[in-house]
T-cell receptor, first 112, second 114 residues
Framework: DQQVKQNSPSLSVQEGRISILNCDYT??????FLWYKKYPAEGPTFLIS?????DKNEDGRFTVFLNKSAKHLSLHIVPSQPGDSAVYFC???????????FGQGTRLTINP | DSGVTQTPKHLITATGQRVTLRCSPR?????VYWYQQSLDQGLQFLIH???????AKGNILERFSAQQFPDLHSELNLSSLELGDSALYFC?????????????FGSGTRLTVV
């Protein structure tokens, strides 16, 4: 049972344009959503998160949007830079849960 | 350096063998989590330990076991290895449960079963 899904395995974007990564979830009890970034040969690193009581959180070039009615969140990167090329994982935390549930990841490639 | 140390970085072993993966959490963190990332798969939760006690279990196979020691380091034991066990195994740590910033991952152990 995949509670968090990233339906796009890969995405290619021109440098300077906007990158939009999408994530869907099924469990309405999730209270926090997170995005992680992973470079090859490294572990995932935390990027940005959003509480379920908010619909937007912004940190520099990164913005996460949450649409609770659609059970959908997205990560916007503007402007995209070559260093943003990585695998991005969406994750969710249930209230009082002892773990994060991760999606399958989306490989983002920024082309010069 | 995230502060979470995983050893070894790479491991190649034969089917039917047993291996032990080791994780040292970040200083001050009491929780250790183990995840498996197979080819084209997301991060699959295996198990969570807090201060030596098992707190949550995911889809961990019976051939797999883990423990957290008094010095808080953790070991993941994989036995009767099969080709399908080839994967990246990540350890992560946090102070308690997953915070609003999640937890901190190590760089992983790449296991190849031949």
């Amino acid at each position: 049972d995949q509670q968090v899904k990233q339906n796009s395995p890969s995405l290619s974007v021109q440098e300077g344009r906007i990158s939009i990564l999408n994530c869907d979830y099924t469990n309405s009890m999730f209270d926090y959503f997170l995005w992680y970034k992973k470079y090859p040969a490294e572990g995932p690193t935390f990027l940005i998160s959003i509480s379920s009581i908010k619909d937007k959180n912004e940190d520099g070039r990164f913005t996460v949007f949450l649409n609770k009615s659609a059970k959908h969140l997205s990560l916007h990167i503007v402007p995209s830079q070559p260093g943003d090329s990585a695998v991005y994982f969406c994750a969710a935390r249930g209230r009082g849960a002892q773990k994060l549930v991760f999606g399958q990841g989306t490989r983002l490639t920024i082309n010069p | 350096d995230s502060g979470v140390t995983q050893t070894p970085k790479h491991l190649i072993t034969a089917t039917g063998q047993r291996v032990t993966l080791r994780c040292s959490p970040r200083s001050g963190d009491l929780s250790v989590y183990w995840y498996q990332q197979s080819l084209d798969q997301g991060l699959q939760f295996l198990i969570h330990y807090y201060n030596g006690e098992e707190r949550a279990k995911g889809n961990i196979l019976e051939r797999f076991s883990a423990q957290q020691f008094p010095d808080l380091h953790s070991e993941l034991n994989l036995s009767s290895l099969e080709l399908g066990d080839s994967a990246l195994y990540f350890c992560a740590s946090s102070v308690g449960g997953p915070s609003n910033y999640g937890y901190t991952f190590g760089s992983g152990t790449r296991l190849t079963v031949v």
